[in-house]
């Protein structure tokens, strides 16, 4: 009984880490959509943008 319990609280507390880990993710790439939406408007060209995102990902990938 007492390890099902201790099953389920983890469970539980995995899905709620999952649930922040997913609304922190939509909230850093909208914004990023907006910074690089905003950067191909502005220069009406695409490769600042692809070239910022790029940059990005590799300064938060390490």
Do not use: P, Q
Not at 28 to 33: E, N
Request: proline share 0%; glycine share 8%; aromatic share 8%.
């Amino acid at each position: 009984m007492l390890e099902e319990l201790a099953a389920a609280a983890v469970d539980r507390a995995m899905l709620a880490a999952r649930r922040h880990f997913l609304v922190a993710n939509v909230l850093t790439a909208l914004s990023g959509g907006v910074v690089y939406m905003g950067l191909a408007l502005y220069t009406r060209s695409l490769w600042l943008a692809i070239m910022t995102h790029g940059i990005y990902d590799c300064s938060s990938s390490g």
